[in-house]
């Protein structure tokens, strides 16, 4: 995932935020490491990165769907809900974390 990152240097990603209770499974331990090498790779390459609610891409689940259809992931139309969520709000940029190195 990382090396398509830093081949197409997009202007910006969305992440979906994670929020865990106090016990940490191994899958949810891996994803917490996933969000922070991206934080990490948005600093290297100076793309904004948006962490973003799961609650956001909810209200465009559906447009997602249409737009995919049928033979896709979950995965998939939950990322694209995302960019929905984001192309709606009207500046994509708004809530985004831009560091400097």
Do not use: C, N
């Not at 910006?12 to 922070?36: C, H, K, M, N, W």
């Not at 290297?44 to 992931?73: H, M, N, W």
């Amino acid at each position: 995932m990382l090396h398509h990152i830093v081949a197409h240097k997009p202007q910006y990603l969305i992440v979906e935020d994670f929020q865990t209770s106090q016990y940490l499974s191994p899958q949810a331990r891996q994803v917490i490491l996933t969000i922070g090498s991206l934080i990490g790779l948005s600093v290297v390459l100076e793309v904004p990165i948006r962490i973003q609610a799961p609650s956001r891409r909810k209200a465009f689940i559906r447009e997602a769907t249409d737009l995919l259809g049928k033979a896709v992931t979950p995965h998939e139309i939950d990322a694209l809900a995302h960019l929905l969520s984001v192309k709606h709000t009207g500046d994509p940029l708004s809530w985004t974390i831009k560091s400097k190195v």
